[in-house]
């Protein structure tokens, strides 16, 4: 919608252009994200765009080749992010959201940390150690997100940064398969061994340890959930509509009979519609009220 940027004041072509960019690249890649920021207000969502479309594009230069290129990119971007200038076009877009918001370039720092360790690391021994690498890939992510959708307080950012641990290790359930041909095992060695699992392979066992860590991050979204009354009314329906959409991903993944390896799972578009539209309905209400 050409009007979201209108709305929020984005008027330079350059930064227009960037933001476009975030836009159309979260678009393409993360529906469940695109459907839950048009509950927002036209005027934070390409915020939104900007902080998901940066983090799309760092994510996709890891995991799709450009792994060469990733290192000399973080560097180049983090020196101009500091120096408050940059002719990236998502480094732009970002650097806007930043200052608009108010947002510590500590949050951007560590996610690209999380996304370099991508290169070298392929398992994690502890849940311990594997919160550290969702909160740096994806907690990082939702602290950005936090003033964006009127998180004011303490407690209400805690429940955003949960929420962005909740939707990674979503993403590691229902990629187990993809990560397996990258060389990569996300789930931990200790949960590994508490259900007897010595390889990646389907049956009883991994089911078992799968079902365990649904139950995890379902925990996670409850604790998540109930931060969600301390949001700004704009930002709440986005929150719990994202919640939704990805928790959706792992009634998927029981109804595929637990099978994360043969497969990607994946929410249809009917079921995010039945979900987004209603959601959409009622911020319009909301805003109108």
């Known amino acids: 919608m050409s009007d979201e940027l209108a709305a929020a004041g984005i008027r330079d072509p350059r930064l227009r252009a960037g933001y476009l960019r975030c836009k159309r690249l979260l678009a393409e890649h993360d529906k469940s994200y695109y459907l839950a920021a048009l509950l927002l207000p036209p005027a934070r969502r390409p915020f939104v765009h900007a902080i998901y479309g940066f983090a799309r594009h760092a994510d996709e230069m890891v995991d799709g080749g450009d792994t060469a290129g990733f290192e000399p990119w973080r560097d180049r971007i983090l020196a101009e992010l500091r120096a408050g200038d940059t002719d990236d076009e998502f480094g732009r877009a970002l650097l806007h959201t930043v200052r608009t918001w108010d947002i510590p370039l500590r949050y951007i720092e560590d996610f690209l940390a999380a996304m370099t360790s991508d290169l070298t690391v392929t398992s994690y021994e502890t849940y311990a150690d594997l919160e550290v690498y969702m909160h740096g890939a994806a907690g990082t992510m939702a602290l950005q997100l936090a003033p964006v959708l009127g998180a004011r307080s303490e407690e ?3 429940a955003m940064r949960l929420m962005g641990i909740a939707f990674q290790l979503t993403n590691i359930l229902r990629d187990v398969g993809d990560d ?3 060389g990569r095992v996300y789930l931990p060695g200790e949960d590994l061994r508490r259900f007897g699992v010595t390889e990646i392979v389907a049956g009883q066992r ?3 340890l799968i079902k365990y860590e649904i139950a995890r991050t379902r925990s996670l979204y409850r604790q998540a959930r109930a931060g969600v009354p301390l949001l700004d009314p704009a930002g709440r ?7 939704r959409l990805y928790g959706g991903i792992l009634d998927a993944i029981e109804r595929s009979g637990y099978d994360v390896i043969a497969q990607r799972v994946s ?9 987004a539209v209603p959601a959409y309905l009622r911020s319009l209400l909301a805003r109108s009220a």
């Open 156 to 158: 209400a950012v805690e």
């Open 206 to 208: 991994f089911r078992e």
């Open 180 to 182: 397996l041909q990258r």
């Open 237 to 243: 329906s986005t929150a719990l509509a994202g919640m």
């Open 267 to 275: 929410v249809g578009a009917g079921r995010q519609l039945a979900i």
